[in-house]
């Protein structure tokens, strides 16, 4: 157990928000934390959080959603974004085989946020609660966490 309550700032981390719905050359300075997302995406879909104190405490940016009443036009946003390199890509390789990322398993931080993803989702849909009977069982690797995200959002019409 760490010597901390977890309840104070850490490392500052940057972050990009990028939308139509958001004004041009917009710079935001309110202390945003991670959980900062799940409260937006509580807020904006209608999901029943928080899960926890740390993401009921954040502060929500949905309000930047909110400040045009229509998206800005196309010709406003870059026709092609610059693709970074793949020449440097880190390959998996397990027992000497090359892994595909997509059978990668997912490491605890993923696994336990695709665990937030799923209860938020089933308390908006009225699902049970996990763990008490799941409608499905939970992914275990990249590429399943990928579709089980994809299916979701296209289930609440996202």
Do not use: C, Y
Request: glycine content about 6%.
């Amino acid at each position: 157990m760490p010597p901390f309550a977890l309840d104070w700032l850490g490392l500052r981390v940057p972050a990009l928000i990028v939308s139509p719905w958001i004004a041009k050359g917009r710079i935001e300075n309110r202390n945003l934390q991670h959980t900062s997302v799940i409260k937006t995406a509580t807020e904006m879909f209608g999901l029943a959080g928080p899960l926890n104190k740390r993401d009921a405490s954040a502060t929500s940016f949905a309000n930047l959603f909110e400040q045009l009443s229509i998206p800005r036009a196309a010709a406003d946003m870059p026709k092609k974004l610059k693709r970074p390199s793949i020449k440097q890509t880190i390959a998996s390789v397990a027992a000497g085989v090359r892994v595909a990322p997509a059978d990668e398993p997912l490491d605890s931080l993923t696994s336990e946020w695709v665990k937030g993803f799923a209860e938020l989702t089933a308390r908006r849909s009225g699902a049970a609660v996990l763990g008490v009977a799941a409608p499905e069982p939970l992914p275990t690797t990249q590429g399943e966490a990928a579709e089980f995200i994809d299916r979701h959002l296209r289930n609440m019409g996202i």
